[in-house]
Structures are given as structure tokens and as C-alpha cells.
């Protein structure tokens, strides 16, 4: 348990709220997949901490995101710079323990690394995206709910330096000098993202075909797009309504990924319960980030109950994240 200054708390999106706190203890330990269990308000009101996923850390600071759902992140929004805040963590099992499997301890974060968003599920993927070399997919309602390009920016500009392009489905012989790399991820529905005199090329495929075009045959491009052309950044936006990115749900667009690759999902529940239904006969490795209220944050209250094939875990404890084959939904969701 530390008291954590508070440096920022301000809206990024009408949507979304970003803080940043200052706590070299809970910084300096934090990994990608870990949350931290925040005392708001009074001293017993509201009477239960509030989990947030860690959404970056770098030096003695650390940041979350969230947005106003009741009484708890009501008040969270009201905290000022300077504000001081009893927080516990890091907490969780990081994603690297489900991520290092067969291979070397040092280097747990693969090639073939897909992140798939829902909301604001985009919390404990930014942190591990920004540390991996993954293809992201962000999906919300609207384009408030998308992260501004000022936050995926930093993704782009910090992770040029220590993280490749994705390579997925490689094209035989392209190791030879001189040749231009190319990738291919293949999706559920059919796009394009290419741009000529690029030496790096990739063709997404897709089962159905959309139209992303204005009247008159000209191609719509947003800022998303602008800076995803030009930084040549693996992210795919996709909202409900069509205001930014591509039009749908972010599970429309599912990567039909190679055998062997990662998936790591957060989101919620339906969404959830799809990307296991997808991946489910495919011979590759999804994780599911799940979300759940919770009174202590280590495992004393039972409050954060998930179903799995070996019984009940506890996402505070024995999680956030799990193996898709382990976790039950139930078949009404």
C-alpha cells in the first residue's frame, strides 16, 4: 500500500479520463497486465477500492485511464494535480506468465502478438503493446471512445525504437537483399492499407468486403489513418458507428492469424466470449483479460469469481488474465 501523488488527471476524449500518478514503488515494479486497487473519496466512502489496469509505467510514474460510470469514477474524474491517493499494487499476474511459454525468459513478448481492444479494455493492452511488437486492434462506439492520436502516438514514436514491424505470414524469400518485406495478416473482412513507394508492404484480407470510401469514389482518411500511413504503425481502429476508422464491431475484424500466434484480448464480456468462439478451433494461444468488481484486490474477499473448467478462479489473484480454453461463459451472454 503506498500514498501516491497525483501529477494529472484530465479528459483526453469526451469519453475518457487519463491520470498519472507518481510512485517510484509501484512504477518500477509494474508490468503489462497488472492493476493497481484505488481507495476514492473518504476513508469508507465509497466503501470498496476501485481496480484500474496499469496503463503505462515509466520511471517513478504510472497511469491509468477510465471514464465515468457511478459514484467511484465520478469522483475519481474530481481529484486535482498535487491530490495525494492510497493506492495498492502493482497486483495481478502479469502477462508474461502466459506469454513465456517455451520460450526464452528474457524476451517473453513474440513476433506473432495480436491485441485485440474493446473500450476502454485498451487499458492493459496499451502497456504491453508499447513493450511488444503486436498488430492492435482498437474497437468502441464512437470515435470518442478511441484513444486520441496524441496517446497513439507515443505508442508509435516510443515503440519505433525497440519494436519491429509484425511479420505474419511471411513470403518465402524475403530475408534476400534488396527485397522489400512483406506481410500478410489475413482478417474477417477485406481492406486495404497500402501505400506505394513504401518498401514494407501488407495486404489484410478479409471474408467480406467493405467500402471505406465517400461518394464520389474517394477514399475516406482520417487522422488515424493519416498517421498509421505515414508512421507505417500496426493498429487497426474500428467503431460501431463508423465516425473514425472501420465501420463495425471490433470483432468483425479478428485476425485469421498462424498457427502459433498469440492473442490477447480485454473487453467486454460478449466480446469476450467471441474472440474464445473464434480462436477456439484454431491452433493458437488466446488470453483473455477479464474485469471484475472486487473488494481487496489479493484474494480475501472472493468477490471477483470467474468460471472456469477447474472450478472458480479469482481475477485479482489468479488472473486479470486466463487462458481462453479455461474460461466459462455463460450461454446467454
Known amino acids: 500500500m503506498a500514498t501516491v501523488e497525483i501529477i494529472d488527471n484530465s479528459r483526453i476524449t469526451p469519453y475518457i479520463f487519463k491520470m498519472v500518478l507518481k510512485s517510484g514503488q509501484i512504477a518500477g515494479k509494474a508490468k503489462p497486465g497488472q492493476f493497481v486497487n484505488l481507495r476514492i473519496g473518504g476513508k469508507y466512502y465509497p466503501l470498496l477500492r476501485r481496480p484500474m489496469s496499469i496503463y503505462y509505467a515509466e520511471m517513478d510514474r504510472f497511469a491509468i485511464i477510465y471514464t465515468i460510470r457511478g459514484i467511484g469514477t465520478g469522483l475519481l474524474s474530481k481529484y486535482k494535480n498535487g491530490d495525494s491517493m492510497d ?27 495480436y491485441l485485440i481492444a474493446g473500450g476502454v479494455g485498451i487499458a492493459p493492452l496499451y502497456f504491453l503493446y508499447k513493450k511488444s511488437s503486436a498488430f492492435l486492434i482498437i474497437g468502441a462506439k464512437n470515435r470518442d471512445g478511441i484513444l486520441p492520436t496524441s496517446e497513439l502516438g507515443h505508442i508509435g514514436e516510443e515503440g519505433k525504437s525497440q519494436k519491429s514491424k509484425v511479420k505474419c505470414q511471411k513470403d518465402k524469400g524475403n530475408g534476400e537483399e534488396g527485397k522489400s518485406q512483406k506481410s500478410n495478416v489475413k482478417c474477417q473482412k477485406e481492406q486495404g492499407n497500402g501505400e506505394e513507394g513504401k518498401s514494407q508492404k501488407s495486404n489484410v484480407k478479409c471474408q467480406k468486403e467493405q467500402g471505406n470510401g465517400e461518394e464520389g469514389g474517394e477514399k475516406r482518411e482520417d487522422e488515424y489513418e493519416r498517421r498509421v500511413r505515414t508512421t507505417n504503425t500496426d493498429i487497426q481502429i474500428v467503431t ?4 473514425i476508422g472501420r465501420k463495425g464491431l471490433v470483432t468483425d475484424y479478428l485476425p485469421d492469424v498462424s498457427d502459433g500466434s498469440f492473442i490477447v484480448a480485454c473487453g467486454p464480456v460478449p466480446m469476450l466470449k467471441r474472440v474464445k468462439e473464434f480462436y477456439s478451433k484454431k491452433k493458437v494461444n488466446c488470453i483473455l483479460s477479464m474485469e471484475a468488481r472486487m473488494g481487496c484486490g489479493y484474494g480475501a474477499c472472493l468477490s471477483c469469481a ?9 481475477v485479482c489473484k489468479d488472473g486479470p488474465a486466463f487462458r481462453a480454453e479455461d474460461v466459462e461463459f455463460d450461454e446467454d451472454i
Open 87 to 113: 493506492i495498492l499494487g502493482p497486483l495481478g499476474i502479469p502477462f508474461e506468465s502466459l506469454l513465456s511459454t517455451g520460450v526464452d525468459k528474457k524476451s517473453p513478448f513474440r513476433e506473432k502478438l
Open 240 to 243: 460501431e458507428d463508423g465516425s
Open 306 to 314: 470467474v468460471k472456469t473448467m477447474d472450478g472458480y478462479r479469482y
